[in-house]
């Protein structure tokens, strides 16, 4: 299986602040990465495809990039309705798997 | 606008079978994913998939449950099911089931998810 691993476990950042997790995947997935937010009580929403494709609807504020073994999701001014829990997935080959996840919380 | 609803029993007693069905509204569950699948999560933990069911009718499932798990497509009823045998407490967890469509290999639709607790 492949392993994907996310820092920071967890981030508390400011209304206004870039914030910016990492995913590291344990073998080279070309860009076949995805990025999800997560509120409690609600599914996973789909954010970026592709390491680097907004999904329709999501602001632009947010951007994911990297390819092969590391990628990183950014926010660049983070908005107070962007707490949550975000994770990492690989589509490259099956098992498809998750990263641990990243907490953010407002300050 | 397609939608995705889990439905089944809350509780389910160990060793026996956890069924779930996912019922697709707004589409055509043939022609409406490249795959559905389901994936879940355990209380305050990540998300861990368990497989999927391409159009084909082929699946495809996590090899840490490969032995106990089953997903079908019922086209008459538009809706897809996932069978899971055999369960413990380490099966309860928060099911979610969820489309990938056909222009790109992510989950992009997914259900509201449903809490199963596996208890005697």
């Known amino acids: 299986d492949i392993q994907m691993t996310q820092s920071p476990s967890s981030l508390s950042a400011s209304i206004g602040d870039r914030v910016t997790i990492t995913c590291r995947a344990s073998?080279?997935?070309?860009?076949?990465l995805n990025w999800y937010q997560q509120k409690p009580g609600e599914a996973p929403k789909l954010l970026i495809f592709?390491?680097?494709s907004l999904q329709t609807g999501v602001p632009s504020r947010f951007t994911g990039s990297g390819s092969g073994t590391d990628f990183t999701l950014s926010i660049s001014s983070l908005q107070s309705e962007d707490f949550g829990t975000y994770y990492c997935?690989?589509?490259?080959?099956?098992?498809?798997?998750f990263g641990q996840g990243t907490r953010v919380e407002i300050k | 606008q397609l939608q995705l609803q889990e439905s089944g029993p809350g509780l389910v007693k160990p060793s026996q079978t956890l069924s779930l069905s996912c019922a697709v509204s707004?589409?055509?569950?043939?022609?409406?994913?490249?795959?559905w699948s389901w994936i879940r999560q355990p209380p305050g933990k990540g998300l861990e998939w368990i497989g999927f069911?391409?159009?084909?009718?082929?699946?495809y499932f996590n090899p840490s449950l490969k032995s106990r798990v089953s997903i079908s497509v019922d086209r008459s009823t538009n809706q897809f099911t996932l069978h899971l045998y055999s369960v413990t407490a380490a099966d309860t967890a928060v099911y979610f089931c969820?489309?990938?469509?056909?222009?790109?290999?992510?989950?992009?639709?997914w259900g509201q998810g449903t809490m199963v607790t596996v208890s005697s």
């Open positions: 969820a489309r990938t469509p056909n222009w790109v290999d992510a989950f992009d639709i």
């Open positions: 707004g589409g055509s569950i043939i022609s409406a994913a490249k795959a």
């Open positions: 069911v391409f159009q084909s009718g082929n699946t």
């Open positions: 073998q080279s997935i070309n860009n076949f």
């Open positions: 592709s390491a680097s």
């Open positions: 997935q690989q589509s490259f080959t099956t098992p498809r798997t």
